[in-house]
C-alpha cells in the first residue's frame, strides 16, 4: 500500500498558519451572519418553515 500525500502536506510550513486563521475567521463571519439572520428565507422571518 502506497501513501497518499493530501494538499494539506503539500503546503509550505508557512503557509499553514495563515490558512488556519483564514479558516477561523470565515468561521466567525458564518456564525455572526447565522447570529443576524442573513441565511434566512423571507417567509421564515417569524416561523421556521421547511423549504
Not at 7 to 32: G, H, K, Q, V
Not at 44 to 49: E, M, V
Amino acid at each position: 500500500m502506497g501513501h497518499i500525500r493530501g494538499w494539506w502536506n503539500s503546503l509550505p510550513y508557512a503557509d499553514r498558519p495563515f490558512f488556519c486563521a483564514y479558516r477561523f475567521f470565515i468561521w466567525i463571519a458564518e456564525n455572526i451572519a447565522t447570529f443576524f439572520g442573513a441565511w434566512q428565507y423571507p417567509n421564515q422571518t417569524k416561523a421556521w418553515s421547511l423549504i
